[in-house]
């Protein structure tokens, strides 16, 4: 699973690639969590990073569902799940020392520099994989992937503002 993470990370894979499994959803999704948790633990204490973690969550699995019913896909959405959640585990993987990197840079008082450029690269490239996938779930226009994985930042951002004020 790690080599089809990876190439859906690198958009050589589609959702569609992902075996249809409740046991690999559970287990994705635990992991996702988990990574999800860790990261949150950088500016969060360890309830409202556990809570941060599930909200992100239920945020991914609420509205891509939605977004699959309304096209008429739901059938798509453990697969689409997988695939969201695997390329956030990687991601996220590769996001953690960036932002280790970053607190120690900002707890030192040094420019943030390089490490800004690379968390930016990153995200970019977060959102063309998002993008990625939900192009082929939904069978729209990458386009229309890149408003949707937009979209669904905004919206997240705003919710874990909303729930977790920046201090």
């Not at 089809?4 to 046991?23: E, H, M, N, T, V």
């Not at 287990?27 to 996702?32: A, P, S």
């Not at 991601?91 to 953690?96: E, S």
């Not at 990458?142 to 503002?161: C, E, K, P, Q």
């Amino acid at each position: 699973m790690l080599r089809y993470f990876i190439a859906l990370c690198l958009l050589r894979a589609s959702p569609a690639d992902a075996p249809p499994s409740s046991g690999l959803l559970t287990q994705t999704l635990l992991v996702y969590l988990g990574i999800g948790w860790l990261i949150s633990m950088l500016h969060l204490e360890f309830a409202n990073g556990l809570l941060s973690s599930l909200v992100d969550t239920v945020l991914l699995i609420g509205m891509t569902g939605g977004l699959l019913a309304v096209r008429g896909y739901k059938s798509r959405l453990q697969q689409t799940l997988i695939a969201l959640m695997g390329a956030g585990i990687i991601l996220g993987i590769l996001a953690f020392p960036l932002l280790l990197w970053l607190n120690a840079a900002q707890q030192a008082e040094l420019p943030p520099g390089l490490v800004s450029l690379l968390l930016l690269v990153l995200m970019i490239w977060s959102l063309a994989v998002t993008a990625h996938i939900m192009r082929q779930a939904l069978s729209v226009s990458f386009t229309v992937g890149i408003l949707v994985a937009v979209i669904y930042a905004l919206v997240s951002i705003r919710v874990m503002d909303f729930l977790f004020p920046p201090m």
